[in-house]
């Protein structure tokens, strides 16, 4: 299994940016699909967006479509997600997970995950 470690939260006001790093060990990263998600305390883990192997497919949940932009270099086993214009109710803890194929938004088909960074939007 891959081992992934989230970087980059923090605490930024609403209208604000930050950019999540995911660094993943092991020589074949690039073989898996790549997934970010997102807890909010008391709330169920939610999918926030995914990336295929290559990076040429990406898919997001409704409520980031055009404030969030997931991305990859595989040259360096890193998955991004760049957050902007942040709300307040993108406050949670930012989970990357990676999978064998396939663009979902399960947790549960997920293999690996990271410890999580937490990202908190003031207002």
């Known amino acids: 299994q891959v081992q992934l470690v989230e970087s980059g939260g923090g605490l930024v006001q609403a209208g604000g940016s930050l950019r999540l790093s995911c660094a993943a060990s092991g020589r074949t990263f690039s073989s898996y699909v790549m997934g970010w998600f997102r807890q909010a305390p008391g709330k169920e883990r939610e999918f926030v967006s995914a990336i295929s192997s290559s990076g040429a497919r990406t898919v997001y949940t409704d409520s980031v479509r055009g404030r969030f932009t997931i991305s990859r270099d595989n040259a360096k086993n890193t998955v991004y997600l760049q957050m902007n214009n942040l709300k307040p109710e993108d406050t949670a803890v930012y989970y990357c997970?990676?999978?064998?194929?396939?663009?979902?938004?399960?947790?549960?088909?997920?293999?690996?995950w990271g410890q999580g960074t937490q990202v908190t939007v003031s207002s």
């Open positions: 997970a990676s999978k064998d194929s396939g663009l979902v938004s399960e947790p549960s088909m997920y293999r690996s």
